[in-house]
């Protein structure tokens, strides 16, 4: 079975890829600074919502890497 991106240009593959990465960096400072206010106000107020919610964005950022690895794979197949 065809992967998605081969239905894609390599300038569009290309494309996509510099995207992702800036999404997946931003998402990962985003998640950091979730981490870093979570754990403030735990220290500061006990455990809540807050403390936890760093970790539903994990299997996003999970996704995002997953996606940099097929378009990676797609374009190395093309060379």
Same mark, same amino acid.
């Not at 239905?7 to 998402?27: A, D, G, V, W």
């Given at each position: 079975?065809?992967?998605?991106?081969?239905?894609?240009? !390599?300038?569009?593959?290309? !494309?996509?890829?510099?995207?992702?990465?800036?999404?997946?960096?931003?998402?990962g400072c985003i998640i950091v600074l979730l981490f870093i206010v979570g754990g403030y106000k735990t220290y500061i107020e006990g455990i809540s919502f807050n403390s936890f919610l760093p970790l539903f964005f994990i299997p996003m950022q999970i996704y995002f890497m997953i996606e940099i690895k097929k378009i990676k794979k797609e374009l190395a197949s093309r060379k």
């Open positions: 079975m065809a992967s998605l991106f081969s239905t894609y240009t !390599k300038e569009e593959l290309l !494309k996509k890829l510099k995207t992702q990465k800036k999404l997946s960096l931003f998402h």
